[in-house]
């Protein structure tokens, strides 16, 4: 079993950016696929970004492509997400997830969930 708790959103002008951190604690972090999901109000929540275990491969939504990194330190027990040039459509509640996925952007593969933290980017 594994918790999470992420920190890091808060409020940001369009065009600024922001940091997100998930500290995990339980057994054999570096087990795991993490990644970052989002959930604005009304909709789904959608998949953000994935990072493997040893972070050697990344895989990311097209909305975030090229403004988004997504990192990890094992040693830190430690996932990032860097969100550069933020819009407005990037507010939502981000979500750290852990799992053994055979596809990252599938939440159903996910067995482990944060609690969220808000990210609002104002126009």
């Known amino acids: 079993q594994v918790q999470l708790v992420e920190s890091g959103g808060g409020l940001v002008q369009a065009g600024g950016s922001l940091g997100l951190s998930c500290a995990a604690s339980g057994r054999s972090f570096s087990g795991y696929t993490m990644a970052w999901f989002r959930q604005a109000p009304g909709k789904e929540r959608e998949f953000v970004a994935a990072i493997s275990k040893s972070g050697g491969s990344t895989v990311y939504a097209d909305s975030v492509k090229g403004r988004f990194t997504i990192s990890r330190d094992n040693a830190k027990n430690t996932v990032y997400l860097q969100m550069n040039s933020l819009e407005p459509e990037d507010t939502a509640v981000y979500y750290c997830?852990?799992?053994?996925?055979?596809?990252?952007?599938?939440?159903?593969?996910?067995?482990?969930w944060g609690q969220g933290t808000q990210v609002t980017v104002s126009s």
């Open positions: 997830a852990a799992g053994q996925p055979v596809v990252p952007s599938r939440r159903e593969n996910y067995d482990y």
